[in-house]
Each structure stands twice: as structure tokens, then as C-alpha cells.
């Protein structure tokens, strides 16, 4: 029973970590209509600045600067931020399938980056030892990982509130205006591309605190943490929950992590051993299923955006 | 060493220009960025596997080799019948996806799904032949010698000959022939081709059907020349961007001087960086273009 619960604690901690990666690209998609594709990257720029500040010293390793893990945090957020600014500069004053293409690549370039440049990666080793500030807290695993858990609620909590009163807030209307209709809200004085450059920096730096989260609760960083797969369950999270609606992206982060989690159980009963790489090419055809089957047949997801009407057009 | 580099970039190039014909004629006419392009190269690729077996039981397999080169008439069938069945699956892929979304849904819905659909193709041959690189024949092949040390395969230069007869044929397609000129006033303006008579779900399946079919080529040509892997298509998405976003989207010879200014960039860059960041290059070249002139070379300023 235990066991169970244990169990239960580790998966609601991975699935709340995806959760405020899959609230970053509501923000992103959801309400500004931007395609990202490069989920991936931007986790691993937050997971790999974790790495660097909060981590031990190495040799022939950059970092090892044992700061606490709130800099790590806010680092790791910096970081990814300052690498959307970059992209989204170039991209997003064109059309919107470019920044699909440049984050898709940026995806790629900073994978490579991690496997090879040693000297800050750890090349594909990754870099290990990656404090845990709940390891001081408690003792045992078990209730470690429930402050763990705890900390990782409370910050996926405080993302949700504060998403949840931007987009009710005149910025967010102004998102959803830009989503639906550019011309007419630059017609209304609106900056389009100055509007589209916030939410994609800050939905890129929700991405960074959720690599960094990780890292913390791993212990360790690896270049393959980070594959293309990973930016497909976290699109197949929100399009699954509901995009638009910040309760169904942590609905989605759940429910998508529980399949992939349980079809990878099943699988791994099912399959004798010997032909390991399908199995997880089945749980990714699953994926892709699920996906294009809710964009065809839910297009909305499991709960989908809330029709809002002015205030002022009621009667 | 030079004369290498340009060679091997050429060589390369020539396979993205292929690949990137499609990619560029999708962007421009379906208006839509197809993630999953990269993975009729890879299909097209792995049908001609598939052929092959049959050829093998029905009797003459992979024929005898016409020298110099490693493999003899039945490759050309394998081109033909390969870029049949990678048409019929593009078509397909329309018909069960991306039309039904198009009618449904923006056209940012439709690349999204494409992300999707491109996860499922590529998994689905992980599935289907394994995760272990595949050749079609294990025969031996010596490289030429050629003027200034430059060493080439002979099934490299047939692969720089037949894209430049897929170009030329490509070309006359699309200004003789009554669909390519229709297909050029689709791509300018759908609406007016439309009341002027034009069918577009006509016009919509030929796109379709030379994308597939030059992609099927490429695909078969890059087994033959380097190896089948399932990633096969897909670590060439970004240099299939690359190529048709230089060359301007609907642009045929923009994405064919696209697709080698990408394989020349790719193999002339190891002389200036580590060769592991060489897959980097073309997302470097993807930055630049749409800085400079987010039109591509050959493309109208929207």
C-alpha cells in the first residue's frame, strides 16, 4: 500500500513539472496562437542552468557555483527567457509557420550543443550530484519526496493563479485579440509583435522553471532527457486537456503523463526484452494517435476555452 | 581537401534539393509548413525495401549491376513504383488528416498535426523494420578517382544526374503543360483560379503527388548512397527547411539552388567548426534568411 502511495507521490511530482511546462505553452499557444516547437530546448536551457548554478564543483566542468536552489530557479527562468528573446526577435514579425521552423531548430541545435560541448554540458555523460533541497529536510526517500512534491504543488499553484489573472487581465484580452484577428487589434493601437515577443518569452521562461524543477528532483541532467519526443507529449498534454483553458493544461499534464507511464508498464510486460526500442516506439505511435485524434474528432480538447462575452453585450 | 568538401556538399545537396521540391510547393500552395514531409523520404525509402524483398521471391531481386554502378535495372523500377506508393500515402494522409482539418481548423492546427503525423510515421517503421540501419545491397562499391584527388562514388553521380533530370522534367511540366500552368495560378491566387475554372482539388492532389514522388527519389537515393535508418527523413527536416525557406516557398529552382547552397554550407562548414555542430548549420542558415529576406531568394515580398 505503501509502495502505492509512494508511487502515486513520484507521478504526481513528474506530472506537475510537466504541468507548468504545458501552462507555458497555453500561454504561448492556447491564448496567442504561437506554435513552438521547440518545447524541448527551452526545458533543457532551464534544466542545464539548474545544473550549472546549483551544482558541485567539477574539473574541466564549467559551473560547480552551489548557489541556492531559489537562483537556480530564477537562473534557469532567465535563461530560457533570454533565448525565446533571440528567437522570437527574428521570427515573430513573419509568418507564424517560421517560428514553428526556428524553434523546432533551436531544439535541435541546443541537443547538440548539450551532447557535445563538454566543457559546460558534461557532454553525454550529463552533468550528476544535483542538490536536492528536500534532501535536507527530511529523512528517507518517501517523505522527501512529499516536501518535494509540496514545493513543486505550491509553484505550479502560484503559475496557475498568476495565469489565470493575466489572460482575465486586459493583457491577456489583448493576446486573444492578436490571436484571432492581428489587423484588427493593430487597428485598435494594439503591437502585435510586441504582444505576441512578451507571451512567447514568458510562456519560454515557464519552460525553464519546469527544466529546472526536474533537475532538482532527478539529481541529474542528460542530453537525451531531451529528445523531440519530449515536446510531443507536452503539445499532446495541452491539445488533450483543452488548449485556451489553464485547467486543462494541468488536466492534460496528468492525464497524457498517466498513459504514457501506464502503456510504458503494459508494454514492458507484454514485450520480451529483446525488442526494447519498439516499445517505446509503440508508446510514441500512441501518443501520435492520441493526438491526431483529438485534434479530429475534439478539437477542444477535454475542457476547452470558455466562451467569454463583454461585459457591455450582454442584453 | 576543398574540392572534396564541394563534391560531398553537392552530392548531399542534391538529395535536399529533392526533398525540399515538395516541401517548398506544400508551404506555397497548401499554405502550410508540413512537418511530416521528412517522412515520405524515409517511407519512400523503405517501400523500395519492401520492393526489393518481392523482387527477390518473384526472381531477379536486385538484378545484376550495370558497371560502374552497384545496382542494375530493377532500381529504376524500384524509383517508379516507390514514388507510386509514397503518393498514394501523401494522399491518403490528405484525405484521413489534413483536409478535414483545413475545413475544420486554422492552418496552424493542420503543422501541428503534421508534427504529429510525422511522430507516427517514423515510429511506425521503428516498429515495422527495427531500429537497426538497413542497405539494400552489401555489395562493395570503389570510389572514382576524379581530376584534382576528388573521390566519388559512381551511384553518387548517377544520383547528381537524375535530379538534374527530375529538374529539367519538373520544369517542363510546369510551364508546357496545361496542370503546371494551372498549378502556378493556384499558387498565386487560389480564389481567381478558381472562378477562371481551375479544379483545385485537382491541382491540390498533383502537388501532393510530385512532393511525394521527388521525395520518394531523394529517400531511395540516400539509401542507396549513404544507409536506411527510421531517422533518415527526419534528420533531414531541418536542412529540407532550410533549403526551401532560401529559396523562397513555390520557388522550383529556389529549392533546388536552396537545397545545395545547404549541402555545400553543411560540408564546407567542418573546415571552420567541429564536425559534430555540422547538423546546426542549417538552422544558423534558417536565422539568416529570415533576418535578411524572410522571402527566400526567389519568392515575392507578401
Known amino acids: ?55 558541485p564543483s567539477r574539473e ?45 531548430g533551436i531544439a535541435v541545435t541546443i541537443q547538440l550543443v548539450c551532447v557535445n560541448w563538454e566543457y559546460v554540458t558534461g557532454g553525454t555523460l550529463g552533468l550528476i550530484s544535483i542538490p536536492n533541497p528536500s534532501r535536507a529536510l527530511a529523512d528517507g526517500p518517501f517523505a522527501q519526496n512529499l516536501i518535494y512534491l509540496a514545493l513543486v504543488a505550491v509553484l505550479a499553484g502560484l503559475v496557475f493563479v498568476g495565469l489565470e489573472r493575466i489572460v482575465g487581465a486586459p493583457w491577456g484580452r489583448v493576446l486573444k485579440a492578436v490571436r484571432e484577428d492581428e489587423t484588427a487589434a493593430a487597428s485598435l493601437g494594439k503591437n502585435p509583435v510586441r504582444v505576441r515577443l512578451e507571451a512567447f ?32 507529449q507536452i503539445w499532446t498534454m495541452l491539445i488533450v486537456g483543452g488548449s485556451a483553458n489553464n485547467r486543462g493544461a494541468i488536466l492534460g499534464a496528468l492525464i497524457v503523463w498517466a498513459v504514457w507511464t501506464g502503456s510504458g508498464f503494459v508494454i514492458s510486460k507484454l514485450v520480451p526484452p529483446s525488442v526494447q526500442a519498439q516499445s517505446g516506439a509503440m ?5 501520435g494517435l492520441i493526438l491526431v485524434v483529438t485534434l479530429l474528432f475534439r478539437p477542444r480538447g477535454l475542457i476547452g476555452e470558455k466562451i467569454a462575452v463583454s461585459r457591455h453585450a450582454r442584453d | 581537401m576543398i574540392l572534396q568538401h564541394i563534391a560531398d556538399g553537392l552530392l548531399s545537396g542534391a538529395i535536399v534539393a529533392l526533398g525540399a521540391i515538395g516541401l517548398s510547393f506544400t508551404m506555397k500552395i497548401l499554405r502550410f ?64 488528416v489534413f483536409a478535414r482539418l483545413n475545413r475544420m481548423a486554422g ?73 503546371g500552368i494551372s498549378m502556378r495560378a493556384v499558387a498565386e491566387n487560389p480564389d481567381l483560379a478558381r472562378v477562371s475554372g481551375v479544379d483545385v482539388g485537382r491541382i491540390v492532389m ?80 534558417i536565422l539568416l534568411v529570415l533576418y535578411f529576406r524572410p522571402e527566400g531568394l526567389f519568392g515575392e515580398r507578401r
Not at chain 1, 205 to 230: E, K, N, T, W
Not at chain 1, 283 to 287: E, P, T
Not at chain 2, 126 to 135: E, K, M, R, S, T
Not at chain 2, 226 to 254: K, N, T
Open chain 2, 206 to 285: 498533383w502537388v501532393w503527388i510530385i512532393g511525394a514522388s521527388c521525395a520518394a527519389v531523394a529517400g531511395v537515393m540516400y539509401g542507396l548512397t549513404v544507409q536506411l535508418r527510421p531517422e533518415l527523413g527526419f534528420s533531414l527536416l531541418l536542412p529540407l527547411f532550410a533549403a526551401a525557406i532560401l529559396g523562397g516557398a513555390g520557388s522550383l529552382y529556389g529549392a533546388v539552388i536552396g537545397g545545395l547552397a545547404v549541402g555545400l554550407s553543411e560540408n564546407l562548414s567542418v573546415m571552420i567548426i567541429p564536425t559534430t555542430y555540422k547538423p546546426a548549420v542549417p538552422f544558423l542558415m
Open chain 1, 283 to 287: 508508446q510514441a505511435v500512441l501518443i
Open chain 1, 1 to 55: 500500500m505503501i509502495g502505492l502511495v509512494a508511487y502515486l507521490v513520484f507521478f504526481l511530482i513528474v506530472a506537475l513539472i510537466f504541468a507548468v511546462a504545458v501552462l507555458g505553452l497555453n500561454l504561448q499557444w492556447g491564448f496567442t496562437g504561437l506554435f513552438n516547437a521547440g518545447v524541448a530546448g527551452f526545458l533543457a536551457i532551464g534544466a542545464y542552468t539548474m545544473a550549472i548554478l546549483t551544482g
Open chain 1, 60 to 104: 574541466a566542468v564549467l559551473g560547480g557555483y552551489e548557489l541556492p536552489f531559489a537562483v537556480g530557479l530564477l537562473g534557469a527562468m532567465l535563461a530560457s527567457g533570454f533565448a525565446a528573446l533571440v528567437i522570437g526577435l527574428i521570427t515573430l514579425r513573419l509568418r507564424d509557420e517560421f517560428l514553428a521552423v526556428a524553434t523546432f
Open chain 2, 33 to 96: 509548413a508540413n512537418f511530416s514531409h521528412s517522412e515520405l523520404l524515409t517511407w519512400g525509402a523503405y517501400f523500395a525495401v519492401i520492393f526489393f524483398a518481392v523482387a527477390a521471391v518473384i526472381g531477379g531481386g536486385y538484378g545484376t549491376p550495370i558497371a560502374p554502378f552497384s545496382f542494375g535495372w530493377p532500381l529504376l523500377a524500384a524509383l517508379l513504383v516507390t514514388a507510386a506508393l509514397t503518393s498514394l500515402l501523401a494522399i491518403a494522409l490528405h484525405h484521413l
Open chain 2, 107 to 179: 492552418h496552424m492546427t493542420m503543422v501541428f498535426a503534421s508534427f504529429g503525423v510525422a511522430l507516427l510515421l517514423r515510429h511506425l517503421l521503428v516498429l515495422i523494420f527495427g531500429p537497426a540501419p538497413l542497405y539494400y545491397s552489401s555489395a562493395l562499391q570503389f570510389a572514382m578517382l576524379l581530376p584534382g584527388g576528388v573521390r566519388v562514388m559512381p551511384d553518387q553521380v548517377f544520383l547528381l544526374g537524375l535530379t538534374v533530370v527530375v529538374v529539367i522534367a519538373l520544369h517542363l511540366f510546369l510551364t508546357r503543360s496545361r496542370t
Open chain 1, 201 to 232: 518569452v514568458l510562456g519560454c521562461m515557464l519552460m525553464g522553471l519546469s527544466g529546472a524543477l526536474y533537475v532538482g528532483f532527478i539529481g541529474y541532467v542528460s542530453p537525451f532527457d531531451f529528445l523531440p519526443i519530449v515536446t510531443f
